[in-house]
């Protein structure tokens, strides 16, 4: 018992060490290890190894640190350690949730739980209980990420070492979900308790973490003098620690916080010292952070070039892991850099691939929405049968009683049957208003499958199914007139929906949305079909609009929707609109040549032209001026040149500007 607790002040002693410098901590932990011999106690050399996996994680050489855990399994198994061997697969949960596989992660850990659940040992429970909360914190549950983190905090007023480690890297994965969770405010109060309690423990690598959150905190709260302070206060601490991939994410950090403040020469200097630092270590996330950082610091220089080096295989590697919502941010981004450097074309293609992913996430929310209602629904009808089946067999036992009855006593028999015809009448309206529930709600997910739940406008799949049914028409049947009296497509897009989103909230975007949807409802004809396209765009599909009402109709439009700032609460948010319009057929083409897809297509590049040109306006295409087998390759190819070069007639209609709210139309 003295050599365990010998062993076990030692082990405390380099933990300790550890918080101060990872290397030299590193060094004693492998020469202590090199002593035990076949008597040293199983749970010391167990621990030990614990201590050895974090050290070499923390330097950065996961290999090593992979090799160790093969050491930990390989012991917990020789001495049939249940737990043990159950808690080396948290690693294994690890590496799924950085594959973005979070379902699978949460189903290891299941597991594990069913052997570490009821524990004697809150060390063991506390690591388990921290993976949950980290693994739910990664997949945005975060409700359920507190909890466990929760949990964890409170596990570790058992443990048997009284040290206040623990408890302050448990107030630290707090602070972090908080600071996720877009909650600054309160990031920083946890940090700061946790601060309190770090002042009585010298652990720089705690110190490094806790100062990162802040800076991370004030930055969200703009306050980015006090964020650059903390950031450097929390470098300086990962140095002293010698923790290396802590630096690299230090660092990375920083070089963000200049592209915030637009200060892009310094966040190339530093994105270059945190993708060495990241190269060193050879820590794969680590070097896809700085080189992002440093290709949009270099974009926002105007190096376009140089940037997408460090761009592309960023890219790329978020492609690979199949992240849609990482891949859309980082597409957009890129989209803005070239917008701002001018160069339309290419930022209109990174656009087209933003909106694509953008409405494939937009359709995948809607099928698990639509998903989730059917499986209610069908929850509530299996429940109704079986009560229906229930009160069946309670009919049935009725009426055998009834026929027993009658043998005995008729008047009584009689008394019975009025009673029963009582309560079959009863059970029939009982059933007959069941019907009309479930009437109901079909017809509610009938409803819900052709509408946008949030502005009650139609939806793309409405729309989609309304063109099947066009195209299944006879081009006679569909349009006798069609000269005369075109369809007419035209496509919006809320502008600047991403600062009034940044600015206001999402709750007041969602105000936004609603109220475009009302306003776009009351300026189009009963017969017109307005729909939510996606995101902040919407669609408007006239039938049968001659000539004449089309520019009339795009004028009232823009109008109704940008004369009047939208109110949230006391706030006047200003709210105009970008468009493109075309009618169908377009200028005598055969929809075998130009369907409505290639209309949307051309319609879409009249927004982005409006978009790049000032936006509130809308530009209409008009009339081909030369055969539609010239201009139609060259408008899919460079939709600005193909107007310079006057292959086609192109209308403006300017929006309600703030002087004066008269929308005017020019032709180009």
């Not at 005995?408 to 208003?433: D, E, N, S």
């Not at 089309?550 to 009232?556: D, S, Y």
């Not at 130009?594 to 982005?608: H, P, R, T």
């Amino acid at each position: 018992m003295a050599d365990v607790r010998t062993d076990m002040a030692r082990l405390e002693s380099i933990q300790i060490l550890s918080e101060k410098d990872n290397q030299a901590a590193l060094k004693q932990l492998k020469e202590f290890y090199a002593q035990f011999n076949a008597q040293t106690d199983y749970f010391v050399k167990i621990d030990t190894l614990r201590e050895l996996v974090s050290a070499y994680y923390d330097a950065g050489d996961i290999a090593a640190g992979d090799l160790v855990q093969a050491e930990i399994l390989k012991l917990a198994t020789e001495n049939k350690d249940k737990e043990g061997i159950a808690l080396t697969q948290i690693t294994a949960a690890y590496k799924l949730r950085d594959a973005a596989k979070f379902d699978q992660a949460i189903a290891k850990l299941d597991e594990i739980a069913k052997v570490v659940r009821g524990s004697s040992r809150p060390d063991n429970l506390m690591r388990l209980e921290s993976a949950y909360g980290n693994i739910y914190h990664a997949a945005s549950k975060f409700e359920l990420a507190l909890r466990h983190y929760l949990t964890a905090l409170e596990l570790t007023e058992g443990l048997p070492q009284k040290t206040l480690i623990p408890k302050i890297r448990r107030l630290q994965t707090l602070a972090a979900l908080y600071l996720t969770m877009q909650n600054p405010e309160q990031t920083l109060i946890v940090t700061n308790d946790a601060l309190v309690l770090a002042a009585q423990v010298e652990s720089p690598r705690i110190i490094a973490n806790l100062r990162m959150n802040q800076a991370m905190a004030l930055g969200d709260l703009k306050r980015y003098p006090e964020s650059l302070v903390a950031y450097e206060r929390s470098l300086k601490a990962a140095q002293e620690a010698n923790l290396p991939k802590l630096e690299a994410l230090i660092l990375s950090n920083i070089a963000d916080s200049h592209l915030r403040t637009h200060n892009f020469t310094k966040a190339e200097t530093v994105a270059r010292r945190a993708l060495e630092k990241a190269e060193l270590i050879n820590d794969p996330l680590s070097i896809n952070n700085a080189k992002a950082n440093l290709g949009f610091a270099l974009g926002g220089q105007g190096k376009i070039s140089q940037a997408m080096t460090y761009l592309s295989p960023v890219l790329t590697h978020a492609r690979e892991l199949g992240d849609k919502a990482d891949i859309e941010a980082t597409v957009g981004e890129i989209s803005r850099m070239y917008e701002n450097a001018k160069m339309y074309k290419e930022a209109l293609e990174y656009t087209r691939e933003q909106q694509n992913i953008s409405n494939e996430l937009f359709r995948t929310d809607r099928a698990k929405t639509v998903a989730t209602l059917q499986e209610q629904f069908d929850a509530d009808q299996r429940k109704k049968q079986i009560e229906l089946l229930a009160r069946e067999n309670e009919v049935k036992d009725a009426a055998i009683k009834n026929s027993r009855l009658q043998q005995v006593i008729t008047l009584l028999g009689a008394m019975v049957t009025i009673m029963v015809g009582i309560f079959i009448f009863m059970l029939y309206r009982k059933v007959k208003q069941t019907n009309a529930k479930l009437e109901e709600v079909n017809q509610q997910l009938e409803f819900h499958s052709v509408r946008d739940p949030l502005t009650g406008l139609f939806n793309r799949r409405s729309f989609l199914e309304l063109m099947r049914q066009r195209d299944l028409q006879a081009p006679d049947d569909r349009r006798e007139d069609s000269e005369d009296n075109p369809d007419c497509l035209m496509i919006m897009d809320i502008d600047h929906f991403k600062h009034i989103n940044d600015t206001w909230g999402h709750s007041a975007g969602d105000v936004v949305l609603i109220e475009v949807a009302k306003r776009l409802r009351s300026a189009v004809r009963d017969s017109d079909m307005t729909l939510r396209w996606g995101g902040e765009e919407f669609l408007i599909f006239a039938p049968r609009t001659k000539s004449t009402q089309l520019t009339p109709l795009v004028e009232r439009v823009l109008r109704t929707i940008g004369s009047t700032p939208v109110m949230v609460g006391d706030k006047r948010i200003p709210v105009t609109v970008s468009a493109g319009y075309i009618s169908l057929p377009f200028s005598g083409i055969p929809e075998a040549a130009c369907n409505w897809e290639k209309a949307m297509q051309l319609a879409d590049m009249a927004l982005y032209l409006g978009k790049v040109n000032g936006r509130n306006r809308a530009y209409g295409l008009i009339s081909l001026l030369v055969p539609y087998q010239q201009a139609l390759p060259e408008l899919e190819k460079d939709f600005s040149a193909a107007i310079k070069q006057g292959l086609i007639e192109v209308a403006v209609v300017i929006g309600p500007a703030q002087e004066h709210l008269e929308s005017n139309s020019v032709a180009v």
